[in-house]
């Protein structure tokens, strides 16, 4: 039988556990899991206690970055969420890594719109050894027009890091994707521990590091819960908050939509277990929120993924200026006289 608590019980704990977590205390599961359960008008109040979360940890400044589809599609692996798995039948580009130049192309263009990180994604369960050597290449090039560069290359070891960090490399992606108990209904070609090997050589070669999930694939709170908590543990700097688009040819194609509150509870929890580290808003931010994109930074947000995704579209640079802009916060943006010309 659920425990439904007052109303009065409700916005006390709330508060209560807000004043603590601005002096440094981290919650438990327990309290993680009581939070998860909050709904109606409390969640508003969530949200707003999230915001002060953010507020005196984040300050004003929201991180901007954004990424190239680098090689797409012909992945070996299975994962049931991704339109690029050899398991989904999803229309989508399939090709191998772009040039140098269009690399290069697309990160002026994400500089001149306002993004101050740009990541290098490709498909697959690794990089192969002579997309590598052009990639870091590429790294230089990009560090070099004024952009910090990032990567998501899958499962690469510490020499293959350590390697791309010499190029000017300055962090890596790498999702935990769910919890550990779910991961293995989302995927079978490589294993939760895979996943943790890389993420140990990320951090031991001295990479900054991002990493997070997906949520709407049938996890359930505690999975999610489980998730922040063991990202808590690996100590990352940036969590990727994405929320999965049901897309037609994929196994979870099927899947119901999360609701636009659920996934802002998701942000607000997440600000709660994660009070210091940037909550990064990334795939499916417009799709699964909606008119409610706007009361992203009310939920915990700090940072953004602009422009578009991996194989779906997501939002234009104008208008989540213009939301930032509105909300009296401050993103790093370049100046207008740093801004590059391409022929």
Same mark, same amino acid.
């Given at each position: %039988?659920?425990?439904?608590?007052?109303s +009065?019980?409700?916005?006390?704990?709330?508060?209560?556990?807000?004043? @603590?977590?601005?002096?440094?205390?981290?919650?438990?599961?327990?309290?993680?899991l009581?939070?998860?359960?909050?709904?109606?008008?409390? =969640?508003?109040?969530?949200?707003?206690?999230?915001?002060k979360?953010?507020?005196?940890?984040?300050?004003?400044?929201? /991180? #901007?970055?954004?990424?190239?589809? !680098?090689k797409?599609? /012909?992945?070996?692996?299975?994962?049931?969420?991704?339109?690029?798995?050899?398991?989904?039948n999803?229309?989508?580009? +399939?090709?191998?890594?772009?040039?140098?130049?269009?690399?290069?192309?697309?990160a002026i263009?994400?500089?001149?719109?306002? !993004?101050?990180?740009?990541?290098?994604v490709?498909?697959? @369960?690794?990089?192969?050894?002579?997309?590598l050597?052009?990639?870091?290449?590429?790294?230089?090039?990009?560090?070099?027009?004024? =952009?910090?560069?990032?990567?998501?290359l899958? %499962? #690469?070891?510490?020499?293959?890091?350590?390697?791309l960090? @010499? !190029?000017? #490399? *300055?962090?890596?992606?790498?999702?935990l994707?769910?919890?550990?108990?779910f991961?293995?209904?989302?995927?079978?070609?490589?294993?939760?521990?895979? @996943?943790?090997? $890389?993420?140990?050589?990320?951090?031991?070669?001295?990479?900054?590091l991002?990493?997070? /999930?997906?949520?709407?694939?049938?996890e359930?709170?505690?999975?999610?819960?489980? %998730? !922040?908590?063991?990202?808590?543990? #690996?100590?990352? *700097?940036?969590?990727?908050?994405?929320?999965?688009?049901?897309?037609?040819?994929?196994p979870l194609?099927?899947?119901?939509?999360?609701?636009?509150?659920?996934?802002?509870?998701?942000i607000?929890?997440?600000?709660?277990? =994660?009070?210091?580290?940037e909550?990064?808003?990334?795939g499916?931010?417009?799709?699964?929120?909606?008119?409610?994109?706007?009361?992203?930074? =009310?939920? /915990?947000? *700090?940072?953004?993924?602009?422009?578009?995704?991996?194989?779906?579209?997501?939002?234009?640079?104008e208008?989540?200026?213009?939301?930032?802009? $509105?909300?009296?916060l401050?993103?790093?943006?370049?100046k207008?006289?740093?801004?590059?010309?391409?022929?």
């Open positions: %039988m659920t425990t439904i608590l007052p +009065v019980k409700i916005s006390t704990m709330i508060r209560t556990l807000e004043e @603590k977590v601005l002096i440094g205390y981290h919650i438990s599961k327990e309290e993680a009581t939070i998860a359960k909050i709904s109606g008008a409390e =969640l508003f109040e969530l949200l707003a206690s999230a915001n979360i953010r507020e005196h940890f984040k300050g004003n400044t929201v /991180g #901007l970055c954004s990424i190239v589809n !680098a797409s599609g /012909g992945c070996s692996e299975d994962c049931s969420f991704c339109a690029q798995s050899f398991k989904s999803a229309k989508i580009e +399939v090709y191998p890594l772009l040039s140098k130049e269009k690399i290069i192309r697309k263009d994400a500089k001149n719109s306002g !993004a101050v990180r740009f990541s290098i490709t498909s697959g @369960k690794r990089i192969p050894e002579i997309d050597i052009k990639i870091q290449e590429i790294i230089a090039d990009i560090k070099d027009i004024g =952009l910090i560069p990032c990567a998501s899958g %499962m #690469l070891g510490k020499s293959e890091l350590l390697m960090k @010499k !190029a000017g #490399l *300055d962090r890596y992606h790498h999702n994707e769910t919890s550990e108990p991961f293995s209904q989302i995927c079978s070609t490589h294993t939760f521990a895979d @996943k943790l090997r $890389t993420i140990k050589a990320v951090k031991s070669s001295g990479l900054s991002c990493s997070g /999930g997906i949520f709407g694939l049938g359930t709170w505690q999975d999610r819960i489980d %998730m !922040a908590f063991q990202l808590r543990e #690996l100590d990352v *700097d940036s969590v990727s908050i994405n929320f999965l688009i049901p897309i037609k040819g994929t194609g099927n899947n119901e939509p999360l609701h636009p509150f659920e996934a802002l509870k998701i607000s929890l997440y600000r709660y277990i =994660l009070p210091q580290k909550i990064r808003i990334c499916g931010r417009m799709q699964i929120l909606g008119e409610f994109n706007s009361m992203v930074f =009310l939920a /915990g947000t *700090d940072s953004l993924l602009i422009g578009n995704y991996l194989t779906t579209s997501g939002r234009n640079y208008d989540d200026f213009r939301l930032i802009k $509105t909300y009296g401050n993103p790093y943006q370049q207008p006289s740093s801004l590059i010309l391409r022929n």
